[in-house]
């Protein structure tokens, strides 16, 4: 789960991190209103969407830029009104966009030093990890490759947590000295504690700057949070912004299915994660392209199995389809029944390829082959594959 | 011959009143495994089935039955406090199905566990099997057949599939390890790796791997370095997209880290055969096993 730039810095206050004032509005009124409270000049006003490059982009209407400066509360009235309910599209956005339907209203600081710092969740130890670089600002994968020694690494013990002597010893290897270095030390402890009680797995501020008069404030802030965990976070579970979701994936979470939406032709609805990762594998190397991600779980029934085909046939590049169920738990008429139903439903459009192998595979077929549908049966993984990729009209 | 399950495996099932630890403990038990006792708080002095005896703590269960094995259907909320519970209770070897566990819980039992005797296998893993000997998880046991070649590996169904296929060639088994997919597990691919090497039981490997950390490259440095026998292999992902969480929360490419393409380099490097497909898994042993590949 995502969430937005202001939601984040709300947290990071909520955990004593020093971040530049702002508010969030959703209307132009709103907007000027927030300007007025922060009592400055120096103001910049923040596209809110769950993407980068918002500086970089372009609204539908033509407003350029995702992000202004601005001298005044009116001013920022002004540009609000161009930007809320507007479409804002950015290199991640894609061209569809994303409509806008907050700012963030904040005071400009300037900037005189630019640092990134974050913490993450390391398989390799098992436990967090502080990774920092006096070179902020910018994109650290470019610094780990091009500078790999400026690059700093601190391993946080799981069970004994951040030590204060860590958060001094940062502070001095990132430049910082005298109160600064207090301040510093200061916000990477808050930082190690908002990681830890809204169960991240990353929580990444790029850039954290040193403004010209020495406050260290986190300018911006990404987070990463565990959805295994959000069930003990309603506070956080309740930030998530469906409208920046994909409508397919925000369905499938309803019905409890994990689907994630690609660009090619071929649906596929798979029982398990790495059976799901291999079936689009192997439609690729047969020549074709999977349409998605679609991991049906190990207990789904014949309901869940109907809502599935009807996100699969929902998206209408979809040229066929590809079951592939190895049974385990989950018996394959049950999955052939909700087939029938599906198919009955909604009426199919496109060819399906269906192979069911394991529990109950014969009772699955005979119900797929009496049902009279024209469902072309597969006998194994390959002979699936290379069915689904001809019935979508490709292949080598 | 197999590794860490056989025939005098004693089993305990914690979570063995609900649903799901009850479906399966009976599947387990049809299967032939010894399963000795059950556990689930405030359900002590029941019998599950008629049969089994129910304990409060697993201290208990240990205390009473020598179980040497457990295996967890503890909901994720508790399942971590339940791995604890057990190698606090000084069993062997735990082996937690339980799916979506918050990866935070996980890494306090890495943690906990650091230096004691217990082993870890998963979570949100299939589980264990010797064929024909004991079964202990939730993978269909017919698909099976006692043999000689170990099965290690992060997926379920993809387990199965690969299971299948060496059976329907007339490929036995010694025992198949599903480790699981999360970011923080407990045994890794390479513990597994270790484990065959040294069963005079395991005569081949297949090991099954996909995107996301660096378990399989390390295995494969370990296997180029120390394994005496044939290994073949494949991973799942080679499509997904960078960023996004396949599933299995462990199944992400970030930073340019743990891409198919880096772990099917490094299982190449070390001599390992790599199954160009998920199709051709058993083929490729058998190719291997030729010499031919």
New interface residues.
């Given amino acids: 789960m995502n969430i937005h730039e202001y939601q984040a810095k709300e947290l990071l206050q909520k955990f004593g991190v020093a971040t530049p004032r702002g508010k969030a509005a959703s209307t132009p009124e709103e907007a000027e209103q927030a300007a007025r409270e922060l009592g400055t000049d120096n103001l910049v006003i923040k596209a809110q969407v769950h993407a980068g490059g918002r500086g970089k982009g372009t609204f539908a209407n033509g407003f350029k830029g995702g992000v202004h400066l601005c001298k005044s509360p009116e001013e920022v009235r002004d540009v609000a009104s161009k930007m809320l309910g507007q479409t804002l599209v950015t290199h991640q956005t894609g061209p569809a966009g994303r409509v806008v339907n907050k700012v963030l209203v904040a005071e400009s600081v300037d900037i005189a030093r630019e640092i990134y710092f974050a913490i993450l969740?390391d398989?390799?130890t098992?436990?967090?990890i502080v990774v920092a670089s006096t070179e902020g600002g910018v994109e650290i994968?470019a610094v780990?490759e091009k500078s790999p020694e400026k690059i700093l690494r601190e391993k946080i013990?799981?069970?004994a947590g951040l030590q204060a002597f860590q958060t001094r010893k940062l502070a001095k290897q990132l430049g910082f000295e005298g109160t600064q270095a207090k301040a510093a030390a200061k916000l990477f402890e808050g930082l190690y504690r908002t990681f830890?009680a809204c169960?991240c797995?990353m929580v990444e501020v790029n850039p954290l700057v040193v403004t010209p008069e020495g406050q260290v404030l986190a300018l911006d802030a990404k987070f990463n949070f565990?959805?295994?965990?959000l069930?003990?976070h309603p506070e956080l579970a309740a930030m998530r912004d469906i409208a920046e979701e994909d409508p397919r994936e925000v369905e499938a979470s309803k019905h409890g299915l994990?689907y994630?939406g690609?660009d090619g032709n071929i649906a596929c609805l798979?029982?398990?994660?790495?059976?799901?990762?291999?079936?689009?594998?192997?439609?690729?190397?047969y020549g074709g392209s999977?349409a998605n991600?679609l991991?049906v779980g190990?207990s789904a029934t014949g309901d869940q199995v109907t809502e599935a085909f009807k996100i699969l046939i929902s998206d209408d590049k979809v040229k066929a389809i590809l079951v592939n169920i190895?049974?385990?738990?989950m018996k394959c008429d049950v999955i052939a029944q909700g087939i029938i139903d599906a198919v009955k439903a909604v009426n199919l459009p496109v060819p399906l390829v269906a192979r069911l192998?394991?529990?109950n595979m014969e009772a699955g077929k005979k119900l797929l082959a009496e049902s009279g549908l024209a469902v072309i049966t597969a006998g194994?993984?390959?002979d699936a594959?290379e069915k689904v990729v001809k019935a979508a009209g490709g292949g080598k | 011959m197999s590794v860490l399950v056989d025939k005098n495996t004693r089993l305990v099932v914690q979570g063995i009143t609900g649903n799901t630890g009850g479906f399966h403990a009976r599947q387990c038990m049809e299967y032939g495994t010894n399963v000795v006792a059950g556990v689930t708080p405030g359900k002590g002095g029941q019998k599950f089935d008629g049969k089994v005896p129910v304990f409060d703590t697993v201290w208990e269960a240990r205390q009473e039955t020598r179980c040497n094995v457990s295996v967890i259907f503890v909901p994720?909320?508790g399942a971590a406090d339940g791995i604890l519970e057990a190698v606090d209770a000084g069993v062997e070897l735990v082996i937690c199905i339980t799916e979506?566990?918050?990866?935070?819980?996980?890494?306090?039992v890495?943690?906990?566990m650091a230096g004691r005797p217990s082993r870890l296998i998963g979570p949100n893993c299939?589980g264990i099997i010797t064929p024909g000997a004991c079964k202990i998880g939730?993978?269909?046991g017919y698909?099976h057949k006692p043999g000689s070649v170990g099965v290690i590996?992060?997926?379920?169904?993809?387990?199965?599939?690969a299971v299948?296929q060496l059976t329907s060639r007339g490929l036995g088994q010694s025992t198949c390890i599903g480790i699981g997919?999360d970011?923080?597990n407990g045994m890794s691919h390479l513990d597994a790796v270790k484990l065959f090497n040294d069963d005079p039981g395991t005569e081949s490997m297949i090991l099954?791997g996909?995107?996301?950390?660096?378990a399989e490259e390390e295995a494969a440095a370990w296997i180029k370095e120390n394994c005496r026998k044939p290994v073949a292999a494949?991973i799942?992902?080679?499509?997904?997209?960078p960023g996004?969480?396949?599933?299995?929360?462990?199944?992400i490419v970030s930073?340019?880290k743990g891409t198919?393409a880096g772990k099917i380099e490094a299982l190449k490097a070390a001599g390992i055969a790599v199954a160009?497909?998920?199709?051709?898994m058993a083929d490729t042993l058998i190719a291997r096993l030729k010499g031919s590949n």
């Fill in positions: 969740l398989r390799a098992a436990g967090p994968e780990a013990h799981p069970l830890l169960d797995s565990d959805d295994n965990a069930y003990r994990n994630i690609l798979v029982n398990g994660a790495g059976l799901a990762m291999a079936t689009m594998d192997i439609i690729k190397s999977p991600f991991d190990g190895f049974g385990g738990i192998e394991g529990t194994d993984l390959a594959a | 994720a909320a979506g566990i918050p990866v935070m819980d996980m890494m306090r890495k943690a906990e299939p939730i993978m269909p698909i590996s992060r997926s379920g169904t993809l387990t199965y599939e299948w997919g970011p923080i099954i996909e995107i996301g950390g660096t494949f799942a992902g080679t499509t997904a997209p996004r969480r396949m599933g299995h929360a462990g199944a930073g340019g198919a160009e497909t998920p199709a051709v």
